[in-house]
């Protein structure tokens, strides 16, 4: 029995992004090993949503109350991303998953560069939310996605 993964939901075709895009599926989620994820829908969002981008910190510094996701019309919605984080970390848990593969640049799922907050497009190294929880938690996070 192969080991069984995590793969933001986005990145297995299904359209749970921010605008609702369908993305050309990197993995097959049917395949009983693939548990596709998305912390923002997890965390209470609906899709299409406003697009939302870490102000003041990195994922870490949200899970330590240092920073908020703000969306682009400026409202707060940090809770849905530290919700979300949470559920997907317990699911993960539930069912033994040691590796994750996520969205890269999310203020959830980013790894290594995430957006800057000021919604210009400009990385800025760090995680999202959910990848620094994740990671907080011994789960090997690797980019899904290019």
Do not use: W
């Amino acid at each position: 029995m192969k080991e069984k993964v995590a793969v933001s939901a986005c990145l297995c075709g299904m359209p749970c992004r921010y605008n609702g895009e369908k993305l050309e599926p990197v993995f097959n989620f049917l395949d009983d090993e693939v548990i596709p994820i998305c912390p923002e829908l997890m965390g209470g969002m609906f899709t299409p949503r406003l697009p939302g981008e870490i102000v003041g910190g990195t994922g870490e510094d949200v899970l330590d109350g240092k920073a908020r996701v703000i969306n682009s019309e400026g409202e707060d919605v940090t809770e849905f991303f530290i919700k979300g984080a949470y559920r997907t970390l317990e699911l993960l848990k539930k069912y033994d998953v040691k590796v994750a593969y996520l969205k890269s640049r999310s203020p959830s799922c980013g790894i290594g560069h995430i957006y800057d907050g000021t919604f210009r497009s400009v990385l800025v190294q760090g995680d999202g939310v959910t990848t620094a929880l994740l990671k907080r938690n011994g789960i090997t996070v690797r980019k899904g996605d290019l």
